[in-house]
């Protein structure tokens, strides 16, 4: 399965909840059997961890630990370096290989 968003990239999301539409962030993981991505600074989950102690002897830190959740692929759109807008991606193919160019200002982003 092809995606055009790629570990690393700037992105905005554009639908979703209410505090984290129009926000961007650096995409961290991308799951491509669910068609998901992972956003620096969206999507917080908190998740309650229990104190557990291991075969070694060390204690996991209990609380309160805070992580992104995936969101899905079609809620984010990649934002072009060059005219720092979101946009839309295509590919444009020639003798070194395949690239994936704005549809808005025609530049290369990789």
């Given at each position: 399965m092809k995606v055009k968003i790629r570990k690393g990239d700037t992105v905005e999301v554009i639908s979703g909840r209410l505090e984290d539409?129009?926000?961007r962030g650096e995409v961290i993981n991308v799951?491509?059997?669910d068609r998901r991505v992972?956003?620096?600074?969206v999507n917080i989950r908190t998740k309650h961890q229990k104190q557990v102690q291991t075969r070694a002897g060390r204690n996991m830190n209990p609380g309160r630990v805070q992580f992104e959740g995936p969101i899905d692929i079609s809620?984010?759109?990649l934002v072009c370096p060059k005219c720092n807008e979101a946009t839309r991606v295509g590919v444009q193919r020639?003798?070194?290989g395949a690239h994936r160019v704005c549809k808005n200002c025609?530049?290369?982003i990789d």
């Open positions: 539409k129009g926000k799951i491509l059997e992972v956003v620096q600074g809620n984010v759109m020639d003798d070194e025609e530049a290369t």
